[in-house]
């Protein structure tokens, strides 16, 4: 494995630190209470993070989402890790009828409610639903989703890879809150097929989570999801054009939840 590819996570990390550490430091001089929670300062972290980030990876990933989201997403489409809610900008409006943005980090609730605002998706029409739980949190999803098996559709955009025990959360997932003949559409890093990439990812994992609020790079997310074994039908593939090399191997597909 060449070097460059093998050290890239260095420079997003002095990236991160650029954009997220004089933000972070400023929210810890207003609220000093956030020394005495970690994983709230690692979400402001993010939030800083997320801005020029999520807006990239955004518009690097048009096209995955015009071909992945557009033309399957339908009914109540529940975007897990909503992030900004980029996501909703790629539902088409003749098949979705709500968007519930699942983002624990409160954080970025405004941005959630100005870019699927712009989307057409609004609280005051009941079109958009933020929530700020954890994918994990199924009892409080299901009851603010009003009942089990509410959803049609779940988005998963490079999400699953900070989400806790992520294998028992989709399977809860799938089972409680996905509708028989539902689907999830998935884009994440993935851990790699091949042993040295690999190696790297889970060289870096430990370090790399601590910038990216838990985010995992030696995950096999697509072959968890895969063996959930509900499906009556899945299309699982990988990014074109990608390189082997890539520290982020992406995997995407969709996985419809037999009837
Ligand atoms: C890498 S970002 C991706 C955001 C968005 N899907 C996008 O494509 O822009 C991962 C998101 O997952 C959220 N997240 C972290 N822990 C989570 C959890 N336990 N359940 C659901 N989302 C979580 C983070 O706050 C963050 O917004």
């Known amino acids: 494995m060449h070097l460059s590819a093998a050290l890239a996570p260095l420079g997003d ?3 991160c630190l650029q954009i997220a550490l004089w933000p972070t430091l400023k929210a810890i001089l207003r609220r ?17 993070v997320w801005v020029p980030f999520g807006a990239g990876i955004d518009e690097n990933t048009r096209d995955v989402k015009t071909s992945l989201i ?20 790629y ?11 699942l983002e624990p980090n ?6 959630i409610r100005r870019i699927a605002g712009e989307a057409g998706f609004s609280e005051d029409d009941g079109t958009l639903l933020i929530v700020p739980y954890g994918a994990e949190d199924i009892a409080l999803l299901t009851s603010a989703l009003g009942g089990p098996h ?35 559409l998935f884009f994440e890093h993935v851990l790699s ?13 430990p370090v790399w989570k601590y910038a990216f609020d838990g985010c995992c790079l030696d995950r096999p997310t697509d072959i968890w999801l895969e063996e959930l074994g509900i499906w009556q039908s899945t299309d699982v593939w990988s990014k074109e054009d990608e390189p ?16």
Not at 106 to 111: D, E, L, S
Not at 244 to 257: A, N, P, T
């Open 32 to 48: 000093p209470s956030l020394l005495l929670h970690p994983s709230l300062i690692s979400r402001e972290f993010m939030s800083h």
């Open 106 to 111: 409160t954080n970025m609730h405004p941005g």
């Open 70 to 89: 557009s033309p399957n997403a339908f009914g109540v489409v529940l975007d897990v890790g909503a992030g900004y809610g980029h996501s909703a900008k």
């Open 150 to 184: 509410t959803v049609n559709t779940i988005i998963s955009f490079l999400s699953l890879c900070g989400v806790p025990d992520p294998k028992a959360t989709m399977r809860a997932l799938t089972d409680e809150v996905l509708a028989p003949g539902g689907e999830v």
């Open 193 to 205: 097929r091949r042993p040295d990439v690999a190696w790297w990812q889970r060289v870096w994992t």
């Open 13 to 15: 990390m002095r990236m």
């Open 91 to 101: 539902l088409d409006h003749n098949r979705v009828t709500k968007y519930v943005a």
């Open 244 to 259: 082997e090399e890539h520290m982020w191997w992406h995997r995407g597909g969709r996985l419809v939840k037999a009837a």
